[in-house]
């Protein structure tokens, strides 16, 4: 007789080698992707109006030097109410199907920026704000359905696509945010004579990604497939959930159907295998050591590299003499556009064919080690400022190099969803594997750029200048080396994912 078993040691995708890849269900792909750009573009639509916003309802008294406390607490509520909720969304989609929480996410992030736009007080946006994060599963959700409509000859391929919706999301938001706040004073001649938008000068910026998500909700509704085979209705899941007589009774029952005579045991056993890997598994069973060491990566690579690009606009903007660049914002709005570019070409025509040619784990280190030169780049950048009197040939030919290495970290996002998609024990948990990873990382952007800035303020400060204004590299790069310890303990057999 023999059974086919799963533990921590079977990888979900197989290697296989110079295999012929399955072309994309490019319909179901592109839903997918257009979906991804909803979290971006409601997260980061505030950024241009946050500030004006907490001066505007009076949080502060007038104090400026506490409008950037307050911007910080806004922004990171988000990252932090999903922090708490990301794995429950995850989780029910293993069990009830990955297109009603999808649609409660969508439906979610609606309701939430119409009511961010119409906030009239501090605290009425910061509620606001907190339903946004936390219902918005979505994250871990639709890398879950990537990996549900993908194999292991072309996951390489998609996972490429998903930096670049994440990209044009954090693009579109701010220009939506900056050019549709306040319209009645950009635009007089079309609102200004609109009453409401007088009295609620944020909403028509709100408003167009909250509408974005209500119509990416009807498109999935209408269009998106279920591709969760195995699903409970709602009212059965809540009595599991509740009624401990009805899992022993469950139990007892599958343990009766088990049962079989010898002539029919081969047979019985492996259906009853091929069914348990078409249900989700127990949350304590999927915390294996595969599992936990692809998410700490995840939390690792996300609290580096969201480290970094935190300080990047604040390192452009601050002055020469204090060790910035003293760019305006106009400029740093162009390089940060043309890293977008890059960076999504890059992505579609660079990433699949170098995860190929070299493999999930060296593609995933290589990525991480690009940090380093990033981090190092700085002070050499303000160092061919001050030298060379202001913006030279060779300080744009610094900025230039530093942007282009920059792009090879966002290669170690998609190679890590290859280890975590393929550290599920099952297909039917992917859901809650990717919730449980998505914690720890929303918890890292909770916290990464508050620090990342605090240390570059705390590195200028002129009655300390610790190490020279150097601390917050120091600090970065020791991220970078912690980051390359961690992946140091992926497994070595992902190479050819």
Known sequence: MTATTHDEETPLLPEQRKKVMTPLPWGQFTILLILQLAEPFTSQVINPFAPQLVRDVGITHGDETKVGFYVGLMQSIFFATQALTVLHWSRLSDHLGRKPIIMIGLFGLSLSMYSFGMSKTFWGAVLSRSLNGALNGNIGVLKSMVADITDSSNIAYAYSYLPISWSTGQAIGPAVGGYFSNPTEQFPDIFGHVAF??????????????????????????YLKETVRSRTSISRYFSMRTSDAN????????GQDNRVGPAGASGDVDKANAQAQEKPLPLKDLLTWRVLIAAVNYASLALTDIAIRSVQPVFYSTPIALGGLSLPPYQIGRILSVFGILNGFVQIFGFARFHNRFGTRRVYIWGIASALPVVLSFPIINFLAKAEGGHSLAVWAAVGVQLVMSIFINFSYGCNFIFITAAAPNKASLGTVNGFA??????????????ANSLFSLSIDEKHHYLNGNLVYVVLAGLVCSSLICADYLPKDEESS
Request: glycine share 4%; charged share 10%; aromatic share 12%.
């Open 197 to 222: 938008l007088k009295e609620y000068p944020y909403f028509l910026a709100c408003a167009i990604p909250a509408t974005f998500s209500a119509i990416a909700f009807l498109v999935t509704w209408v």
């Open 247 to 254: 899992l022993t009774l469950e139990n007892a029952a599958s």
């Open 438 to 451: 998505q914690v720890g990382v929303s918890v890292m952007r909770t916290v990464g750029p508050a620090l």
